[in-house]
Structures are given as C-alpha cells and as structure tokens.
C-alpha cells in the first residue's frame, strides 16, 4: 500500500478550524461583553450559542475526518491515526492507497 498526500483534506480542514474557531471567540467574547454591561438575556443567550457551537462543530469534525472519500475512485476511505508516524491516515481498499491527510504532528515526505 502506497501513501499519497491527500489533495484537499488539510486546507478544507484548517479552513474549518479558523472560521471556527474565529466564530467561536466572537461568542464567548460577544457574552462575556454583554453579561459585563448588564444585558443579560443577549449575554446568555451568546454564551449558550457558545455552547451548542462548540458541540456543533466539534461533532461535524469528526464527520468530515472519517468520512473521506478517496481521491481517486471516489470510493470511501477508513480513517485512522498512524501512531508510529503521527499522522491521521485515510486507508482507500479499493485503490490499495493510503492517504496521508496531513493533520498529524510530524511531516513526512
């Protein structure tokens, strides 16, 4: 089995992780601001917005990191952490590829 960079997967990826992120600050900073000045049902109700987003995008990363498809047929990948190389690996069966998709801690060339 071969592994190839995954063509999309990381810049799809990081680009979630700061909207969301970015969007995330801005409701807890919005709640914070709002219950300090004494408006409260905004500032609760930015700080339960917080909360629902949180578990929102937190349950959608997941989605998107293990279902995968592959680039090449189309077909869907297994996902799975390689802890000998420290990265995240989507496995396509059908192709004999591995997908390497470039969101570990350790770069490999």
Do not use: E
């Not at 999309?8 to 900073?29: H, Y």
């Not at 609760?44 to 279902?67: M, S």
């Not at 297994?78 to 989507?90: S, V």
Request: hydrophobic letters at 45%; a positive charge; one cysteine or more.
């Amino acid at each position: 089995m071969t592994i190839q960079d995954h063509p999309s997967f990381a810049a799809q990826f990081q680009r979630l992780f700061i909207w969301a992120w970015l969007i995330d600050t801005g409701l807890f900073a919005g709640s914070l601001y709002s219950l300090k000045h004494h408006y409260m049902m905004l500032g609760w109700t930015l700080a339960v917005g917080f909360g629902v987003f949180t578990v929102f995008i937190l349950g959608y990363g997941y989605y998107q990191l293990f279902n995968i498809t592959c680039p090449n047929c189309g077909g869907l990948t297994t996902t799975q952490k390689d802890n000998a190389q420290q990265i995240w690996i989507a496995k396509c069966k059908h192709c004999n590829v591995a997908w390497n998709l470039k969101i570990g801690t350790k770069r490999i060339d």
